[in-house]
């Protein structure tokens, strides 16, 4: 939110100065629930106050003779880690109209999550910023992106198959191809695909990675 709020009302340095020392002045309100749940912030308890501001109101100042309290957001929208997410709109509103756009934890711009419904492995290649194109990645999904870009396998094991695809300026997309070895109600097996890190060089490795293992000791007796 601090990055927000500076980035719509600083012009220059010296504006990002005076309005980061102001928020840093900002009771937290209903962000503060976090902690003040840990605590007896009843009625009659030292906190109390804090408390009732949380459950009613955002970002407050409190000075000694005036406080200025914000509203609680009309919009808010996070992933199962509590991380800002939307992919459709704004993942944080207020009803003046500030609002916030991040898809998992990351903000991204205001006109960035309407592109994402036209991606091509064509432009999520020409994107240069390394965040933003891995947004787009995990939008599209890595197995559609390997699928339609042109990626070839790199090796293949009795675990699966290696696909690896290179990002100028990032490191290297790398995934194993598995099939579910329990077939489906109607006799198919499903296939899964699992990113593994750039370092990986065989699908016996990847998959050994999943579980925490080395691929010497991956050496599973029985599949389900």
Known sequence: MRAGIVGELASDRREETRVRLLL???????????????????D??????LAAVARH?????????VAV???RPVALHRDEAGRLD?????????A??????????????????????TLTPERIRDEENAELRRVML?????????????????????????WRVRLDGDEDVVMVEVVNSTPEPDGTHRTYWLRVPPSTR?????????FGLGAEAYEPLQQT
Not at 44 to 49: C, K, R
Not at 97 to 112: C, I, T
């Open 138 to 162: 995990e939008h599209y999904g890595y197995d559609r992106y390997l699928e339609e870009s042109g990626a070839v396998p790199v090796g293949r094991d009795e675990a699966g198959v290696l």
């Open 24 to 42: 840093l002045d900002a009771a937290l309100g209903q962000h503060d629930a976090a902690w003040l749940c840990a605590f007896d912030s009843g």
């Open 69 to 71: 309290l914000s509203e």
């Open 44 to 49: 009659e308890g030292p906190l109390a106050g």
């Open 202 to 210: 065989t699908a016996r490795e990847g998959v050994a990675w999943t």
């Open 96 to 117: 003046d109209g500030f609002e916030l756009y991040a898809w998992r934890g990351m903000p991204v711009p205001r006109d960035f999550l309407d592109e994402l419904t």
């Open 86 to 94: 939307r992919g459709d709109g704004p993942a944080l509103a207020y």
């Open 57 to 65: 109101a955002g970002w407050w100042w409190p000075y000694e003779k």
